[in-house]
T-cell receptor, first 113, second 114 residues
Framework: EPEVTQTPSHQVTQMGQEVILRCVPI?????FYWYRQILGQKVEFLVS????????KSEIFDDQFSVERPDGSNFTLKIRSTKLEDSAMYFCASGDQRSYEQFFGPGTRLTVL | GNSVTQMEGPVTLSEEAFLTINCTYTATGYPSLFWYVQYPGEGLQLLLKATKADDKGSNKGFEATYRKETTSFHLEKGSVQVSDSAVYFCALRSISSNTGKLIFGQGTTLQVKP
């Protein structure tokens, strides 16, 4: 059964460093998403991506964040200069056009020290 | 704005007990409602959904009914198993969102003991 994969499973970085979180969505999906969950808090929407551009973003998704689909298979989230408060579990999801049902990856746990 | 509120966890039950996890929402119009489950070490998986009032979603013995009058979508199961131990997330998709973004509750951890 096709699934969304994410790498790495855990990333530790120093404050101010750049990180790139990687996701491989399901191959025939057209909609791509990033969500995050700070420990003990809600899963929060960050950004959606369709037709090679951002279709919607939350107020969390400021200039420090960017997304890219560089090669038609990967979908990446970059944080340019990490802050302590960026420590969270980051989930990638993809969906097809017809149902909007979203399939989630296992998440990347980002720890900023 | 749109929001989802779930009951606090963890919920600890014995095997074969009845499960209810409460979920209420605030939204304009009539959103679609979802329950996702996250097993240890895995991603969120769609458990069930309902797209209009009075719809009942069901899967793997779990059920939830879309109640417009109480703005609720409570998750129930008649007899839980140890394998149901997981984190359960209630979520909505607003009709005003053309991107399908989901708004989640905070998740409820269920622990089922043999």
């Amino acid at each position: 059964e096709p699934e969304v994969t994410q790498t790495p499973s855990h990333q530790v970085t120093q404050m101010g460093q750049e990180v790139i979180l990687r996701c491989v969505p399901i191959s025939n999906h057209l909609y791509f998403y990033w969500y995050r969950q700070i420990l003990g808090q809600k899963v929060e929407f960050l950004v959606s991506f369709y037709n090679n551009e951002i279709s919607e973003k939350s107020e969390i998704f400021d200039d420090q964040f960017s997304v890219e689909r560089p090669d038609g298979s990967n979908f990446t989230l970059k944080i340019r200069s990490t802050k302590l408060e960026d420590s969270a579990m980051y989930f990638c999801a993809s969906g097809d056009q017809r149902s909007y049902e979203q399939f989630f990856g296992p998440g990347t746990r980002l720890t900023v020290l | 704005g749109n929001s989802v509120t779930q009951m606090e966890g963890p919920v600890t039950l014995s095997e074969e007990a009845f499960l209810t996890i409460n979920c209420t929402y605030t939204a304009t119009g009539y959103p679609s409602l979802f329950w996702y489950v996250q097993y240890p070490g895995e991603g969120l998986q769609l458990l069930l959904k309902a797209t209009k009032a009075d719809d009942k979603g069901s899967n793997k013995g779990f059920e939830a009914t879309y109640r417009k009058e109480t703005t609720s979508f409570h998750l129930e199961k008649g007899s839980v198993q140890v394998s149901d131990s997981a984190v359960y997330f209630c979520a909505l998709r607003s009709i005003s969102s053309n991107t399908g973004k989901l708004i989640f509750g905070q998740g409820t951890t269920l622990q089922v003991k043999p």
